[in-house]
């Protein structure tokens, strides 16, 4: 029996966009959702406390161009509270405002039921989130910006 599950893709080098996926014949969406960031899912629960739940593509680092580079993320309070590490060498703790980790390749984010652990409609709420933290031109160009400047200090540090 076919189901339809409503979503927020953040696709690189555009704003964030509201999508409806199918099921596939057993009720799953768990391929949909690996189509939407082009393959093996990896759960990104630090973005938004699981409301709504996003994912990433788990190996879009590897191998990944200039081209790929989606958004960058940057720590919150609530990271530096819970001694969060950057990303980019799993040894700094950081401080609100810092840059966390760079995501690339196309994130979506779907609802998420605590009580039964799987996926639900994204909320309209959730989807201003989403629209808050992804949108505009800043966010849009933030990972290419962000990757280029790290690229550029190493290079300045040789």
Excluded: H
């Amino acid at each position: 029996m076919k189901r339809t599950l409503d979503v927020m893709i953040v696709p690189v080098g555009r704003e964030p966009e509201f999508k409806t996926l199918e099921s596939d014949e057993s009720g799953s969406f768990l391929k949909a959702l690996q189509g939407c960031v082009d393959g093996p899912i990896e759960p990104l629960p630090w973005l938004f406390d699981d409301a709504p739940a996003g994912y990433c593509n788990e190996e879009g680092a590897l191998g990944a161009t200039f081209l790929d580079a989606n958004r960058a993320v940057y720590a919150d309070k609530a990271m530096e509270d819970a001694g969060f590490l950057s990303q980019l060498d799993f040894r700094t703790p950081v401080r609100e405002g810092d840059l966390f980790t760079i995501v690339f390749g196309d994130m979506v984010f779907t609802g998420f039921d605590p009580e039964t652990g799987g996926s639900r409609d994204i909320s309209p709420e959730e989807c201003e989130r989403v629209r808050e933290r992804f949108g505009g031109a800043d966010s849009i160009d933030s990972g290419a910006s962000e990757l280029l400047s790290l690229v550029l200090a190493d290079r300045l540090r040789r």
